[in-house]
T-cell receptor
Framework: GENVGLHLPTLSVQEGDNSIINCAYS??????FIWYKQESGKGPQFIID?????DKRQGQRVTVLLNKTVKHLSLQIAATQPGDSAVYFC???????????FGPGTRLSVLP | DAGITQSPRHKVTETGTPVTLRCHQT?????MYWYRQDPGHGLRLIHY?????DTDKGEVSDGYSVSRSKTEDFLLTLESATSSQTSVYFC?????WGTGNQPQHFGDGTRLSIL
């Protein structure tokens, strides 16, 4: 099965700096990944996804990088803002099927 | 935001009592899911539904049952609650199986405490 995890449980960045949150996965057959943002008292919110046929995907102020060789993906947030403070977690697995595994999350704190 | 409502939002109950959590969606999505979220763990799938009266077990289904009598409602029941079921429960929906091109949308959760 899949095992997804994050490298750091917490991350603090200065407002305006770029943030990088990392995630590793174990199953080389995993072909679809999502990054979620979860604010306190709320449910997870989809940020960006990427399929295994891509190395990089960009959204609004966010970029996801996928390195299939080392089974690693990262979420980059440009010009981090106070509203970006939240828990971020990755999820991955096969595109179709119930074995879509969620990582435990990294808490991002944005310092003024 | 996707129209997903979970009720109740908070509940405290005693060991051995039955508990039912409700998820209501207004998106007419086919697939609905129940997850639990615990400290140090990622979201874990309890049960999911792929249509009215069609449900299946997830990773951590022991001690839980579900029912889906209407497209819009998915109920999670703890027949006899135990302290290990203290958790935050999230409902999610998606238009297609797994995620495909339709990432799951989540409700805001039910915080359940079993004393």
């Amino acid at each position: 099965g899949e095992n997804v995890g994050l490298h750091l449980p917490t991350l603090s960045v200065q407002e305006g700096d770029n943030s990088i949150i990392n995630c590793a996965y174990s199953n080389s057959a995993s072909d679809y990944f999502i990054w979620y943002k979860q604010e306190s008292g709320k449910g997870p919110q989809f940020i960006i996804d990427i399929r295994s046929n891509m190395d990089k995907r960009q959204g609004q102020r966010v970029t996801v990088l996928l390195n299939k060789t080392v089974k690693h993906l990262s979420l980059q947030i440009a010009a981090t803002q106070p509203g970006d403070s939240a828990v971020y977690f990755c999820a991955g697995g096969r595109d179709y099927g119930q074995n879509f595994v969620f990582g435990p999350g990294t808490r991002l704190s944005v310092l003024p | 935001d996707a129209g997903i409502t979970q009720s109740p939002r908070h509940k405290v109950t005693e060991t051995g009592t039955p508990v039912t959590l409700r998820c209501h969606q207004t998106e007419n999505h086919r697939y609905m899911y129940w997850y639990r979220q615990d400290p140090g763990h990622g979201l874990r799938l309890i049960h999911y539904s792929y249509g009215v009266k069609d449900t299946d077990k997830g990773e951590v289904s022991d001690g839980y049952s579900v029912s889906r009598s209407k497209t819009e409602d998915f109920l999670l029941t703890l027949e006899s609650a135990t302290s290990s079921q203290t958790s935050v429960y999230f409902c999610a929906i998606s238009e297609s199986w797994g995620t495909g091109n339709q990432p799951q949308h989540f409700g805001d959760g039910t915080r359940l405490s079993i004393l």
